[in-house]
């Protein structure tokens, strides 16, 4: 139902999957093998699979932290965006990439679930997306030390709140990857 009629396609965006962004994220292993059965699906139903990678200061681009995971092998004809913010949108050609492809629906995955995924949740609600977050392909690691819930209670909390997301002309929510049926 996107505000975006033009663009009636659906992308797969997989946020920040790097080795030291997830090297501790809770559920890792499961989240990652659920992102390449994502995957897998979106390039059977001819659906563009878009990546993006975070670069700054802490991550820093060409070393090995920076790099995805191995476990997930990027196409070269799939886009890969680089950001140095939260937001996939902010200050990149994610949205030129998209518009390029007719797509005004998006399929969520990745990580930190308390900062890239949820900032760019928003990012694309706000600029007319459709945006459903694939609630078991996303993690996050533990920052309890510093105040926040432990990672499991933070993926529940953006599961739900999510899950309830809509604005007119545009809709949220939440599904599971087996629940994802790009075709539809």
């Given amino acids: 139902m996107t505000t975006l009629p033009e663009r009636p396609n659906t992308a797969l965006v997989i946020i920040d999957v790097q080795n030291n962004v997830v090297a501790d994220g809770h559920d890792r292993d499961q989240v990652v093998a659920n992102i390449n059965t994502l995957v897998d699906k979106a390039r059977a139903a001819a659906v563009p699979v878009v990546w993006v990678q975070h670069n700054d200061e802490h991550l820093q681009r060409d070393t090995e ?37 007719g797509v005004g629906r998006l399929f969520v995955t990745g990580a930190q679930t308390d900062a890239c995924i949820r900032s760019t949740l928003h990012g694309a609600f ?21 105040g926040a819930p432990t990672p499991d209670l933070v993926i529940a909390h953006t599961n739900l709140y999510w899950k ?16 994802v049926d790009f075709a539809a």
């Fill in 65 to 101: 932290g920076w790099q995805y995971v191995p476990e997930l092998v990027r196409r070269d004809d799939e886009p890969l965006i680089h950001k140095n913010y939260g937001d996939s949108f902010e200050d990149t050609e994610l949205e030129q990439v998209l518009a390029e492809r």
């Fill in 126 to 146: 706000t600029r007319g997306y459709d945006a459903t977050l694939v609630g078991d392909a996303h993690t996050t690691g533990d920052l309890s030390q510093y």
């Fill in 164 to 179: 309830y997301q809509e604005a007119p002309g545009r809709t949220g929510g939440t599904v599971t990857t087996a629940e």
